[in-house]
């Protein structure tokens, strides 16, 4: 009896949650409000809203400056000490809790660590909000050209001795900075891309949004944080199980980085009314994917995912892409391709006859995520649908095939992207483009990849891409 009490202490004292318990504290012990949120507990909303997401939900909503629930900057009281449980979970020296998801992370890595003119070596499929964060600070990329999976239509990994040419090239590179995994899974070797920017002095930070679950197994790949990357972003809202626009920056243990330069473009860049359910889901989503519970939906998660890909290898027409030599991949991200059929093809086939929602779809393939929510069930209902699927003959030309959706073009740069972000611009027809220097950012999410940046030559190849755009912005 006592060692069950003892064992559900221990279990208890694992999972600490400051956030979520000074968050109910306040609830259970409202008091008469003449403060933001004007809603005032839900009782100044629209019945209908209220009624949808629940009167509890609109009870919490408040933000740091009452209830003693601490302040997130500076990190004060229960968020300070979430923050502190978040970084040792992940193996952190540091960890700021984002709100406006990775894409803070990335702006305030960009604008606290580098100046106008300095160089990033990035790869060209890194996600909007870095080219952002030089927009902000006036850093230039120096596009690094990972490996092209063509017959995927994906991007594939950065190999390390990509890294080590760019940064033989770049002598006066302020950093290097890697997305990884890609948005489809695939792995590059941060291990060696690590042992390579410590040779050259340089830090390297890497964008592991989509990997937020790798610390908690061994099935999946070793976190950047434990191969020497001083700075890492996680999306805990994309797989972690936080609530959307929640995320996390680590700074690792012997970062070259200044992290104090970062907290204060942090500071600077968030909203100045953080939401406490937000933060508090980030403090749960830590304390569950540390526990047995959140362990167990995980490793549920990797099975359902080897099962579904076992399944895949049965078909004759779905293929899905596995490791190969020379990278690896998160087996929870399920980039499948079926012949004859495009990605996007195929998303509307399965959304419409079947009435499932896929993570993305592109040229020539889509992305099922195992999460840590999907059940067995789940999987076996898909792997149903795929096999009726691969049996079916759906010849039908579709308009979706027409447009093209994962940018893979080598660019053409004419301008500093800062420069001309910034130069007087006009919009013309797209059809009177082609020649032109882009005055703008395109880069649809997903996957946020770049079609076109400011500075940018406009070519034929990119026509495809802007199937969606009448017209587009140029330098004048
Ligand atoms: C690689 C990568 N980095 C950063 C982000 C931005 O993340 P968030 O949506 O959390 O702002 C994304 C979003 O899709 C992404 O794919």
Redesign the pocket.
Known sequence: MTNVIKNKKAVKLKVKTPIVDALKQACENPTYQFHIPGHTKGCGALPEFKKLIGKKALSVDTTDEFDNLGTLHPATGPIKEAQELAAKAFGAKKTFFLL?????G?LALAMGLTKKGQKIITNRN??R?ILTGMIISGAEPVWLIPEKFEEWGIWGNVTPESVERMLKENKDAAMVWI?NPT?EGVVSDIKSISAVCKRYGVPLIV?E??ACLWNFSKHLPVPALQLGADAV?H?L??TGGSMS?S?MLHIAENSMIDADAVEKALKLLHTTSPSLMLLASLDAARANLDSPRGKKQLERAISNAKYLRREIEKLEHIHDLKPDFGYMTDVTKVFIRADGLSGKRLESILEIDFNIEVESASDAGLLLLSNIGNTRRDMEYLVKCLQKIDKTKYSDICYLENKKHMPMLTPVIKMSLRDAYYSPKETIPKELAVGRISGEVIAE????IAVLLPGELITEAHLPYLADYDSVEVIK
Request: charge should be neutral; charged fraction near 10%; include cysteine.
């Open positions: 406006n998801g990775s894409t803070a990335n890194c996600h909000s997305t948005y964008d949004a989509h972003v999306s809202h994309k626009q995320s999410c997903p996957p946020g």
